[in-house]
């Protein structure tokens, strides 16, 4: 169930199709602010993970940065 949830808020939030979230979850280790950053902005999994620690976890702020 949680999987499922995760892979529906990375479709949404993200923007992608649900086929692409299984492997940008995959990608993103399984964090899913870390695939929704990864799909929206373009970024690799260090640059995302960076990217999120600078915005102090919080994916808003790392989304409008």
Do not use: C, F, W
């Amino acid at each position: 169930k949680l999987r499922a949830r995760a892979l529906r808020i990375i479709s949404n939030l993200g923007g992608v199709p649900p086929r692409r979230t299984k492997k940008l979850l995959s990608a993103a280790r399984n964090r899913v602010k870390v695939a929704i950053l990864m799909a929206r902005r373009g970024l690799n999994y260090e640059q995302a993970v960076g990217t999120l620690k600078r915005a102090s976890g919080r994916l808003h702020d790392a989304l409008s940065k």
